[in-house]
């Protein structure tokens, strides 16, 4: 089994920076696509970034040239790097992974999310 670890949450003021990081637990044959979700309070679940395991990375509109997803797969880890926050980004962020497991059984996991306030 394979359990995805976020961390790097916490509070910030408008206009800094937080790292998240979500490291991958367990054994697999392979993780592909990695994720960052969030999900505001009142609002639907939305994706922020995609990394895939080559490398290539989309990001939703609103924070394309704030925010950067980048992964180490030797360290199974993807990370969220955040800049220029603003206090509508406060939500709990999600990671997401698609994972093969041993058996080659495709998995859809996800953390159980961090944290992220920014203050006015």
């Known amino acids: 089994q394979v359990q995805l670890v976020e961390s790097g949450g916490g509070l910030v003021q408008a206009g800094g920076s937080l790292r998240l990081s979500c490291a991958a637990s367990g054994i697999a044959t392979s993780i592909n696509a990695m994720r960052w979700f969030r999900q505001a309070p009142g609002k639907q679940r939305e994706l922020v970034a995609e990394?895939?395991?080559?490398?290539?990375?989309n990001y939703a509109d609103s924070v394309k040239g704030r925010f950067t997803i980048s992964r180490d797969n030797s360290k199974s880890t993807v990370y969220l790097q955040m800049s220029s926050l603003k206090p509508e980004e406060t939500a709990v962020y999600y990671c997401n992974a698609d994972i093969i497991l041993l058996d080659n059984t495709p998995r859809d996991s996800w953390g159980r999310g961090t944290q992220v306030a920014v203050s006015s």
């Open positions: 990394i895939s395991r080559s490398g290539s990375t």
